[in-house]
């Protein structure tokens, strides 16, 4: 694969309509730099420093990048990953005390090691040491395991109390298994990061089969995961055709999948003549048309101040940016920014408030957006 570290400036815009502030302050003049082209459909991106993050390729790469620039090197010791269909290397994040552990945790598809025509959504931790990832342990194998490579979830994100949330999908063919508590499909499970299962999970004491793992279900494909500091919990999935949700997340509850859904399924049959029903929970959004949404952020830097506590989703179709304007933890607005660029994969605030998005496919591009706002 060629990769080309650029740092060009690629344009520098005044996004009238999207980004000006209003009630008295300033227009934002937005500086936008193409960092690196060529890269081999990245998927995440974490910072390990205020200079340095690390970088996922679906095909099971992943790289450093220091002060933008992409090294060609890769990090070694990364797990055999199923690269194929939806079957990738997903999530990278960063363990809480980074800094003191060099621990890592990384999500991704993989061949069932006893039948190899199935595969499970994984999860390890391994400790980054120089260049290579070593100490590995599985956290989380997803049971059971499935015959498509489709729709596995795996979003990653710690609470405040250091417990690590894992989102898992449906499988696409095993949808109904989501309104199931006795498997992993269209979860999100929540481990403390020793494997181990914390007592105060909704379904412990569960006496009915339910798998104590389990935080919420009834989820279809859970690709955004914003954790607020006071432990609130968003959470975007993909709906069918139509019917893609965000959602306000609580232990416990069932978030209704398949059994409820604003989307029809892509043949055009109905899936369910219900949007609502007793016991299941209500999306805060949901978008008809499919937005296709790819990941999430919740804004807290400084560069933006008019951004701050909003909710950024980047989207596949047609390709974009949301902002998500929350007032008591619901939607009150929403703008559409960015849509020169495609197909956005991921988007994530870098250490300085600036943005960075990378591009979905096989000639992915790493893009920050950053402010160039003179201070008076």
């Not at 980004?19 to 193409?34: F, K, N, Q, R, Y």
């Not at 489709?150 to 990653?156: N, P, S």
């Not at 989820?219 to 607020?228: D, E, S, V, Y």
């Not at 998005?357 to 008076?376: A, C, F, M, Q, Y």
């Amino acid at each position: 694969m060629k990769l080309i570290n650029l740092h060009l400036v690629c344009a520098s815009l005044l996004f009238c309509s999207g980004l000006a502030v209003s009630d008295g302050h300033p227009s934002t003049d937005i500086e936008i730099e193409t960092l690196a082209e060529g890269l081999d459909h990245p998927w995440s991106m974490a910072f390990i420093s205020d200079s340095e993050m690390l970088l996922t390729e679906m095909s099971g790469n992943l790289r450093r990048v220091s002060n933008g620039v992409v090294n060609p090197t890769l990090i070694a010791g990364v797990p055999e990953v199923l690269f194929a269909g939806q079957g990738r290397l997903s999530e990278v994040l960063p363990d809480p005390d980074f800094a003191d552990n060099g621990l890592i945790y990384l999500s991704f598809s993989a061949p069932d090691a006893e039948q190899p025509k199935l595969n499970r959504l994984k999860v390890i931790q391994a400790r980054l040491e120089g260049n290579e990832l070593v100490d590995h342990k599985t956290l989380f194998k997803s049971d059971p395991p499935r015959k498509t490579a489709a729709h596995y979830g795996a979003r990653l994100g710690f609470l405040p109390d250091g417990t690590l949330l894992i989102t898992s999908g449906d499988g696409f063919n095993y949808r109904e298994e989501a309104q199931e508590l006795d498997n992993h499909f269209g979860k999100i499970l929540r481990f403390n990061t020793d494997g181990t299962i914390p007592a105060d999970n909704p379904f412990v004491s569960n006496a009915e089969g339910a798998l104590p793992e389990i935080w919420s279900y009834g989820h279809r494909n859970l690709q955004g995961l914003a954790i607020a500091d006071d432990g609130m919990v968003f959470e975007h999935e993909h709906g069918p055709q139509g019917g893609d949700e965000l959602n306000l997340i609580a232990p416990g509850k069932n978030y209704g999948w398949p059994a409820i859904t604003y989307g029809v399924d892509y043949s055009g049959a109905m899936i369910s003549p219900f949007t609502e029903q007793p016991g299941m929970e209500q999306p805060l959004k949901y978008w008809v048309p499919s937005i296709a949404p790819s990941s999430m952020m919740l804004y807290r830097g400084d560069m933006f101040p008019a951004w701050k506590g909003s909710l950024f989703i980047s989207a596949l179709v047609p390709g974009d940016v949301r902002r998500i304007e929350l007032q008591d933890n619901k939607v009150i607005d929403e703008e559409i920014l960015f849509t020169e660029f495609g197909r956005i994969r991921n988007i994530i605030a870098a250490p300085d408030g600036s943005l960075l998005l990378v591009t979905d496919g096989d000639n992915g591009k790493l893009i920050r957006v950053s402010s160039n706002r003179k201070e008076p």
